[in-house]
C-alpha cells in the first residue's frame, strides 16, 4: 500500500537491506555468512580484497555475472561453495573485510546540518556503481556513483535517488563494417545487491505520481553504497498498465514522451518516496536538468503545509543546488506545449502555477510562446547556487545562459563552477595503490584532496614505477587481446584478420587509449584524418604503438553510429589489424581496464564542447600522461610538464578546425611523446618519461580527486559548515 511514514519513524529500507543478506546467508554454508552481508553493500568495489573474495569463490561465475557477488554466491555450485567454506585463509580475509565495512558504517557523520533523516540528496538520472548494475550510460552516470563513494567515505550523510531501469543500458555489438548495433538485457533485481523497501505492515512502500492523467504508483529499491543508500525508483507494479511501466524500461528511452516522463517520475517520485519513508533533504543537488521537477514537488510540499506559494517557492531554491553537464544545445532537450500538457497533466496546477507561469519556469525567452519547454532553465531558476563542472565550461555555461539573465552581463551570469574529480579508491588500479601505500605513508587515501600527500611521488624509485607501470600494461593488452580476437570472430573478420590479434598487441608497445561516448564533438575521426601517418606511427618496429579504442554512441545519434566506421576500414590491413583495436560493449570495467594499463590517454573534443571529461583523471591516477585538447578540465589541469596540451581556440571553419587538430596531434605524438617514452637508459628505464609521469601524478592526484570535488560542494553549494 502507499505510505506516509510519521516523521519520527524511518522506513528507509536498512531493514530490507539486512533481510536480504540473512536469506543470502542462509543460503549458503554458515562459514560464508560474511560474505553474504558483504555482498549487499557495494563498498566491495572499492574494497580490492571484498570483491577478491567473491571471485576466489567461483572464478568463473564472477566473469560471467561481470561481478555481481549476489549472483555468484547464488549460482556457484555447491562444490564450490563448501571448497570456499574449508579456505581458513579466505574465511579470515572475509572475517578482515566485514570488520573493515563494519568500522566504516559505525563512523560519527560529518559535523554540519546533514543528517541520516536530513541528508543531501543526490539526484540523477543515472548511476555508475559497478558494472553488474547497468543503471549508467557514461560520464554523468560514473560521476554520479563517485559521489556517492566519496560522500561515503567522508562520512557526509548523503543518500541518491534515481530510476531502476529494467533492461539498463544497451549492449554494444559493432559490426564488420564498424556500425553500431543495440540489444537489451533484463535486470533482476532480485539477482542484485538490491532490496524492495517494505513499509511498516511488510509491503511495498509506494508513492503515486501523476503522469500522462493517471496516477502511476513506483516502488523503491535501496543498494548501499558505503554508508550511503542509493534510492531506485520502480514503475513496474501491478497496478500500473504496461506503458506505465514501460516508464522505468531503458534509460533514455527514444519515445519522447516516455522519456519526459521518466524524468517527472525522478524529480516528483523522488521527493514523495523520501517523505514516505520519513526523510526530509536538507539539500537536494539536481546533476543535470533531468529531475529539475523535484524543486517543484519541494514547493508543492510547502505549499500543502500551509505556505503560500512565493514563500513556498523561495524555501524550495534555498534547499536546491544544480549542476549542468552540457555545454551543447542538442543535449538540453526541448518539449512542445502539447507533449508537457499530456505528461504533467495538472502537476503545474498542484504547485500554484497558471498555464503559462509554469511554461515559464522552462524557457530562455518568456515572451516566445513558441520556444519549448526546458528543464535546465527551470533547474536554475529554481536554485540557489548552480555550476558548471569545470572552469572552461562555468563560462561557456554564463554565456550560454545569459538571456536567463538579461540584466547581467555573461561574466556576471550566477553560474559558477566545480570541477569533476574521481573517486581514486575506485580508479587506482591495486598494483599502483600498493607501490603509493608504500611510499605515500599511511592514511594517504584519506588525504587525498591535500597537495603535501602527493609529494612523496618525487622519491619512488623510477624502477619500481616503471616496474608498476609494465605490469598494468601488460594486464590491458591481455585482456584486450582476448577480447579483440572474440570480437573478430563473431564478426566473422578473414582470417588474417583474427590472427593479427591473436599474434598481435605488445607488452611494450607506447599504448594509447581512447575510450569515451561516442558523439561527433567528441572527433574519433581525427585519428584516421591522415591515414597513412597513422599506419606508419603503428607499423614502426622500432618505435612499437598501438591503439586501443571504445566507447558507445547514443542508439538514435546514427552519425556517431557510424563513427567506427573510418577506424574500421583500416582493419584490412594486417599491420595495423594487430596494433589498433576497437574494444566492443564499453563499460565499467573495460574503462578500468584502460585506464589503468594504457599509457598514453588523448581527448580530441571540438572545443569548447567538452563540459569536463574524467576519463583522462582516471588514467593519470594509474600513470599515464595525457595528450589532449585544452578543453574541459584539461586546460586548468595542463601546466605545460604534466602531459601534452593540444590548441582550444574556437575555429568558426570547422574542417580547418579538424585539419589543423588532427595535424598538431601527430606533430607532438612523432616529435614529443614517442621520443620521450622510447629514450632509455641502459636498464630500459624511460626517466625522463616516468618525471613526467611523476609531475603528472602530484598535480592531477589532489586537484582532481572527488575528495577535493566533494569538498567545494559542501562548502560552496550545501554551505553545510
Not at 514563500?311 to 544545445?329: G, K, W
Not at 507533449?339 to 503545474?348: K, R, T
Not at 586548468?636 to 568558426?652: C, I, M, R, T
Not at 578546425?657 to 624511460?686: K, T
Request: charged share 25%; aromatic share 8%.
Amino acid at each position: 500500500m502507499d505510505q506516509v511514514a510519521p516523521r519520527t519513524r524511518l522506513l528507509d529500507g536498512a531493514a530490507d537491506i539486512e533481510a536480504a543478506a540473512i536469506a543470502l546467508a542462509a543460503r549458503v554454508p554458515a562459514e560464508l555468512a560474511p560474505l553474504a552481508s558483504l555482498a549487499y553493500n557495494f563498498r566491495f568495489s572499492w574494497d580490492p580484497d571484498a570483491a577478491d573474495l567473491f571471485q576466489l569463490v567461483d572464478p568463473g561465475r564472477w566473469e560471467h555475472t561481470n561481478g555481481n557477488p549476489v549472483r555468484v554466491l547464488t549460482e556457484a555450485s555447491s562444490a564450490a561453495l563448501e571448497r570456499a567454506a574449508r579456505d581458513a585463509h579466505l574465511l579470515r580475509r572475509a572475517g578482515a573485510a566485514l570488520d573493515r565495512l563494519r568500522a566504516d558504517l559505525a563512523l560519527p557523520g560529518l559535523p554540519g546540518r546533514a543528517t541520516p533523516q536530513h541528508p543531501v540528496t543526490f539526484l540523477c538520472a543515472e548511476f555508475g556503481i559497478h558494472p553488474s548494475l547497468p543503471i549508467y550510460a557514461g560520464g554523468l552516470g560514473v560521476l554520479a556513483g563517485d559521489i556517492l563513494k566519496q560522500a561515503s567515505d567522508m562520512a557526509l550523510p548523503m543518500v541518491g535517488v534515481g530510476l531502476l531501469y529494467r533492461e539498463g543500458y544497451f549492449l554494444q555489438r559493432v559490426d564488420g563494417d564498424g556500425y553500431q548495433h543495440e540489444s537489451w538485457r533484463p535486470v533482476d533485481p532480485e539477482r542484485h545487491p538490491l532490496a524492495l523497501v517494505t513499509g511498516g505492515d511488510g509491503t511495498p512502500l509506494t508513492v503515486r505520481v501523476p503522469l500522462r492523467g493517471r496516477e502511476v504508483v513506483v516502488q523503491v529499491w535501496r543498494a548501499d553504497v558505503g554508508r550511503c543508500p542509493l534510492y531506485l525508483l520502480d514503475a513496474e507494479r501491478p497496478e500500473n498498465s504496461r506503458v506505465d511501466r514501460w516508464i522505468t524500461s531503458h534509460l533514455y528511452v527514444s519515445d519522447r514522451e516516455i522519456r519526459l516522463a521518466q524524468y517527472a517520475l525522478l524529480g516528483i517520485g523522488s521527493m514523495r518516496a523520501l517523505h514516505a519513508m520519513g526523510l526530509d533533504p536538507c539539500i537536494i543537488h539536481l546533476n543535470e536538468g533531468h529531475g529539475a521537477l523535484a524543486a517543484l514537488e519541494l514547493a508543492r510540499e510547502e505549499m500543502e503545509r500551509g505556505r503560500d506559494r512565493a514563500e513556498a517557492f523561495s524555501l524550495a531554491r534555498e534547499r536546491t543546488v544544480f549542476t549542468t553537464h552540457t555545454p551543447v544545445a542538442a543535449g538540453n532537450e526541448g518539449y512542445a506545449v502539447t507533449e508537457v500538457e499530456a505528461v504533467l497533466g495538472d502537476f503545474p496546477a498542484q504547485v500554484g502555477l497558471d498555464h503559462d507561469g509554469f511554461l515559464h519556469l522552462g524557457r530562455t525567452h518568456t515572451d516566445n510562446p513558441h520556444e519549448p519547454f526546458v528543464m535546465t532553465p527551470l533547474g536554475i531558476k529554481m536554485s540557489r547556487f548552480a555550476n558548471g563542472v569545470s572552469r572552461r565550461h562555468g563560462e561557456v555555461a554564463r554565456r550560454m545562459w545569459q538571456p536567463l539573465f538579461p540584466e547581467r552581463p555573461a561574466e556576471t551570469v550566477p553560474i559558477g563552477h566545480v570541477t569533476n574529480g574521481v573517486h581514486v579508491p575506485t580508479w587506482m588500479a591495486r598494483p599502483m595503490r600498493r607501490l603509493l601505500d608504500r611510499h605515500l605513508g599511511e592514511g594517504w587515501v584519506e588525504r587525498t584532496s591535500e597537495p603535501s600527500t602527493w609529494e612523496a611521488v618525487e622519491s619512488i624509485p623510477d624502477a619500481e614505477l616503471w616496474e608498476v607501470r609494465n605490469r598494468l600494461r601488460a594486464a590491458l593488452v591481455e585482456g584486450a587481446r582476448d577480447r579483440t580476437v572474440a570480437n573478430r570472430l563473431a564478426r566473422s573478420d578473414p582470417r588474417s584478420v583474427v590472427e593479427a590479434a591473436e599474434r598481435g598487441f605488445s607488452d611494450t608497445a607506447l599504448t594509447i587509449g581512447f575510450a569515451r561516448r561516442l558523439a561527433s564533438y567528441k572527433r574519433l575521426y581525427i585519428l584516421t584524418m591522415d591515414p597513412q601517418r597513422l599506419r606508419s606511427l603503428v607499423t614502426d618496429p622500432a618505435r612499437p604503438v598501438q591503439l586501443f579504442v571504445a566507447g558507445k554512441a547514443h542508439p538514435n545519434d546514427e552519425e556517431s553510429k557510424h563513427s567506427p566506421q573510418t577506424l574500421f576500414s583500416l582493419k584490412r590491413d594486417v599491420g595495423v589489424a594487430g596494433s589498433v583495436s576497437f574494444l566492443d560493449n564499453y563499460d565499467l570495467g573495460i574503462a578500468a581496464q584502460m585506464v589503468a594499463g594504457c599509457d598514453l590517454w588523448i581527448n580530441l573534443p571540438r572545443p569548447p564542447l567538452e563540459a569536463s571529461g574524467t576519463s583522462g583523471m582516471k588514467a593519470a591516477l594509474n600513470g599515464a600522461l595525457n595528450l589532449s585538447i585544452l578543453d574541459g578540465w584539461w586546460a586548468e589541469a595542463f601546466d605545460g610538464e604534466n602531459g601534452w596540451g593540444l590548441p582550444g581556440e574556437v575555429a568558426f571553419d570547422l574542417h580547418v578546425q579538424d585539419q589543423r587538430d588532427a595535424a598538431v596531434f601527430y606533430d607532438v605524438l612523432e616529435n614529443e611523446v614517442l621520443p620521450l617514452f622510447f629514450d632509455r637508459d641502459a636498464d630500459g628505464i624511460p626517466h625522463r618519461w616516468l618525471a613526467r609521469v611523476k609531475r603528472s601524478l602530484r598535480t592531477v592526484g589532489p586537484q582532481f580527486s572527488a575528495a577535493r570535488m566533494l569538498n567545494d560542494y559542501i562548502d560552496e553549494a550545501y554551505e553545510l559548515r
